[in-house]
């Protein structure tokens, strides 16, 4: 069932692997997808209306508690809130005017610029898991404490897909590295590997700040240029039920006085920290995220900042979060529906609960990750890697998923469905009649090359063809594919200068002794 | 990597144990779904108006091959065709006049009323694999030809699972019986095995109607009563490009002529048996598929009829047809839109390229059963145990098919998107408020035995509680659950008079030779 036969094709495939020199697969181009579909719409006006009036009832009558004094004080200066000790209250009106500042659409420049990205519209954004503990790949065969090594691994990966639009936070947390300098190390790398947009976990004062100047100067840009709108971004997450803590409003507060992205997703599993019932969680999670935004708003108005949704439901027989299920589908496209109604990007993420790459694996990340498209979600987290409900990162699930997301890329090309007369055919139709086929046609060797998505995981071949060529199962498939693009892997270029300046703001930050641990 | 352990679950799962008594697994109960979602529909106006001129000019200008002097004769006889030898042409004004006769919903009734399916408005019903030559588990790990028992084994799985509505045809060709006598032989198991509607395979005048006979004995009607509405169906495909043949034809048109289901599908591949572009290759599906029901129409005013799509595209590499791709989701949707503009009802399949029960298995069956949802098909073909482009039936597959199938019925719960007070749930957020969790408070615990699907195949234990128990991937797990349905199968009853009828009548026609084997 397993083997690590390079994988090759039969017929015309000679030419496509001089074209591709020492690429280790064909991939689809750069190219963020444009969701060309009317989003699934669970609720009618009258179930949005009744989600908004909970999370608002929520916001007035029970309220947030904030664990950050800092943070507590701009909301009692504001004026419009209610302040007892830490809960913080405030009413809707309220709400709806501070989220109106927030701007529907804005967008993420890295240190390449064509890696831009924009949030809102109908622009979808994939990225690459974050903060498993564990690893796990075939080559192993088990799940091991993540390292430095897996991380840059994981990094490259994430570089080197083209349906990988946005770096994460770490991809694997390298626990062989210090906790004091992990984020000085793999923000080194990170800068160095990709050129994608960047993320800055808000784990404390120094990190936050370590990885906004490294963002700065991978961008050769002057504070001010930093400043000038977002370059990277952040996510947070509530402490559900009702909470937001002191470290993760603290690097919200320091993004959003630096005109960077802002993204707050509060964890609500319902039956465990939300309401069983899947609109009380969404309620709860829409009245946790807009807090966060309208902290933002009271920072700086207009503060680019996004919702996002990670409300699932619990295994109700052992507690366990469960990922890609039905009520996870539906939960998504409600929220996106609120989001839509307070005018407001939108995070989803691809999730399973899967421990392998196997077939529950992928019927719970497609699962999840066409819930993002029927959402409208501008930005989906963890759509490559993800196994064990986000505790194990694996390169082989992260290229299955690759091959999911170049396919939603290529469902999204308007080509798919044009009706012009070259496309309706008729001549070629009346061409071939009722004799022959339409392999030898003009019409079809004008566009073979490019008239269907091409994987570069999916084996087409017939069984016997696949069974004499070592009967390889996917995921031992994409472990080989795995090794292919590192081994092949050519990072980024980067002025020696940039380079040269973030090796020795690493060297500076670890001889100050990196982060504080305490926290 | 495999691995044949009885899965077990700790924890709660006793008293389910004692509960479900000697069934192999807890499942959901029959319930055909009913499709909450606005279908998603890529064509606008023009577009559904593109596709159209094309259908209308294919059977205008070009016209189809009828490999049947009796249908010839037929659209000769009434006046709106156009007739050069054994092609047909004919007006859209004629075209849309017929077919304006076919009901936009009806139902069949198998020898269970109880399992009556209704195929038009929001209906949605799924059936099991069809027609593979051969068959593939991993207790053998190898494709072989398929048998009796193979093929009785997956109809046991079809009657088990209450996610399968109908029978389709033979879920594996069971090549051990003579090709004159195994209609017989299947039918038997068939009618025996199970209680759900039946199909018939249009391969000739005397097995068309042997298996009408037996489904009519089967159910203990007359032939009036047999005849007063659908008790089984056939489908037929037109050999693309623009032909249909003479025992399609002929079997259509008995079926016709005795009130039964009627469903049509081209198998269009796009490249080879249609143009190359999707519109296009819709399009003369389209075509093809109308001819049918016009002449079914010709024959029986109001005649049961459905069209179905088959389209999908070929690897331009080497020709192999591809599936659960894109471009075939993007068809699939297309024909749904053409479905609701006919008035028509809509069969569409699940589908897979992929030669074992893997990864790749699972995003391509997952892509083609959701895009079955989202054009809003009514009857999904081949949902359950599809392989290598419909050559291989697996019980695996059919089982992880299953899994995602559940989820689906699940998904269209209207449960899980209410918003009523209840689900808001404002009083149970406000009992927890920023303390504690979810668990214990009555509104969970009045609702956590039915809140969230519960899975059969779907392991959601954590990484260690799955290692140490075996380590089984899905597929290992699937084998061990057709091992416990199999061995815990109970057929459904049957009166003993009905029962020793059919094998009377199996016996008369063995005795007379069968069906002629010269076609």
Known sequence: MTGNRRRKRSGGRAGAADRR??????QMPWAPPINLDRPTEPLDEDGIAAIHDGAMRILEEIGIQILNAEAVEIFRASG?????????????DFVM?????APPEWSVTPRNPARQITMGGRHMNFGNVSSPPSYWDMGLGRKVT??????????????YFNCIHFVGGYPVEPQDVHASVRHLDVLFDKMTLTDKVAHAYCLGAERVEDVMEMVRIAGGHSDAEFDSGPKMYTNINSTSPLKHDHPMLDGWMRLARRNQGLVV??????????????????????????????LAQLIRPGAACAIGTFTSNVDMKSGAPAFGTPEYMRATQMTGQMARFYGLPMRASGVCAANVPDGQAMWETSNSLWSAVQAGAHMVYHAAGWLEGGLIASPEKFIMDCEILQQIQRYMDPMLTATGPDEIAIDAVREVGGQGHFFGIQHTQDRYTTAFYQPFLSDWRNYEAWE??????????????????????????????IREELVDFVARRKAEGGAPTDF
């Open 21 to 26: 020199g020492t690429a280790a697969i064909e």
């Open 80 to 92: 419009g809130c209610a302040i007892d000790g830490d809960k913080v209250r405030m009413g809707r």
């Open 97 to 101: 005017e501070q989220i109106a500042k």
């Open 146 to 159: 993540g390292n430095r090594e897996m991380c840059a691994n994981l990094l490259k990966l994430s570089q």
């Open 265 to 294: 997703t509060p964890f609500t599993l319902a039956g465990a920290m939300a309401p069983v019932t899947m609109a009380g969680a969404v309620a709860q999670s829409i009245a946790e995220a807009l807090i966060a935004v309208v």
């Open 468 to 497: 004499s060529a070592g009967a390889v199962w996917t995921a031992a498939r994409a472990h080989q594919t795995f090794h292919d693009i590192i081994a092949s892997f050519e990072p980024p270029p980067m002025d020696e200068a």
